[in-house]
């Protein structure tokens, strides 16, 4: 994509030497009884992509509208740019895009009209707006549908129009809560492809997203919430290695009744992350050999019927923090 930025793009190597673009403090939500966010804190910098992955109901959306402004945090502080959002809130988001959950399209204006209305919104003359507007059709392979009305458009296209709404004002901090919810497999890469080129040009992107497939394959860092909580923080192999790195095993048995933590020595040796009627999954404890894993595991008083060596997946490590399984 085109959009007139020089900044080149930051790798995770140089992260830790930059000064975050977002920094979020201890946030925390109440609504009545349900605690939506508690002490969630992390920060994103230029160029670096940053997932917040959790199930649907974790907390993801409640913080992305506290730092975006639309709700007033119970406690804790969000910076932009070095600067407290409730200090000077409109100048933080004239550095922001957001891009919602929800559509936020007008079906009967055209693809074009929506960004232009957006990019007025946001401050811009109106040839800017239209040139921009082209600029970012362009880019998002809506080129030839830009006349055409939105109710026209697919899902998968309307979400496209979507994010392209937020950009107009190229900000420096894009915020994009579940962009990918109901698309198809090729729009969902598409846009992608799209906020990987956002990161490349040194813009910072918070993540929301509850596929396990994209956090894994598109976030810099991931952090991982539940319950309104940050249970775990850090990149894949950091977040892997919680598990013992490349050691988990997938046991195929008859685990029905079986009590692994009453074998002699096993607890000193493994973890058990899963435990259903047909399958045990343990993560194997300090650095050991994994073939002498799997003696040990060929051993156990219930025959495994297939045992199989995995890197353990995000799905295994919020299944170690929280007890359930990520699409619960």
């Known amino acids: 994509m085109t959009s007139g ?16 673009l977002l920094q979020v403090d201890h946030l925390s939500k109440t609504f009545g009884p349900v605690q939506a966010v508690a002490d969630v804190s992390f920060t994103v910098c230029p160029g670096e992509i940053y997932g917040l992955l959790g199930p649907n109901g974790a907390g993801k959306t409640t913080t992305i509208s506290m730092i975006c402004g639309l709700l007033r945090p119970d406690g804790g502080t969000v910076t932009v740019a070095g600067q407290p959002l409730a200090a000077n809130p409109q100048a933080a988001k004239r550095l922001m895009g957001v891009v919602p959950q929800d559509l936020a399209l007008y079906e009967e204006l055209s693809a ?22 082209a600029e970012l059709l362009a880019a998002l392979t ?7 009305a939105v109710k026209t458009f697919s899902g998968g296209m309307k979400r496209r129009v979507n994010l392209g709404c937020a950009l107009l004002h190229r900000p420096r901090l894009i915020l994009l809560d579940e962009p990918t919810v109901g698309i198809d497999p090729q729009a969902r890469l ?54 013992g790195g490349d050691r988990l095993f997938a046991l195929d048995g008859a685990w029905t009744g079986a009590q692994p933590d ?7 040796r493994y973890r058990v992350l899963q435990h259903t009627d047909r399958q045990l999954v343990v ?7 994994p073939a002498d894993c799997l003696r040990e595991l060929l051993a156990l008083p219930v025959r495994a019927e ?23």
């Open 5 to 20: 930025r020089s900044t080149s793009p930051a790798r995770n190597g140089t992260l830790a030497s930059m000064s975050p």
């Open 112 to 133: 074009a009209e929506n960004l232009e209305f957006w990019g007025r919104l946001a401050g811009l003359d109106g040839k800017t707006a239209r040139a921009r507007a």
């Open 142 to 148: 809506l080129a030839d549908r830009a006349k055409d």
């Open 190 to 243: 598409n846009i992608l492809e799209f906020i990987r080129g956002l990161r490349a040009e040194g813009v910072a992107v918070l993540y929301t997203t509850h596929y396990l497939e994209e956090a894994e394959s598109l976030c810099d860092r991931i952090g991982i919430v539940d319950r309104g909580r940050m249970h775990a923080e850090g990149t894949l192999r950091e977040l892997q290695e919680r598990l």
């Open 262 to 268: 009453t074998w002699p020595g096993f607890r000193e």
């Open 283 to 289: 993560a194997a404890l300090g650095e050991r050999d």
């Open 306 to 328: 297939n045992v199989t060596l995995k890197r353990p997946s995000l799905n295994d490590v919020f299944l170690q923090l929280t007890g359930r399984d990520l699409r619960e």
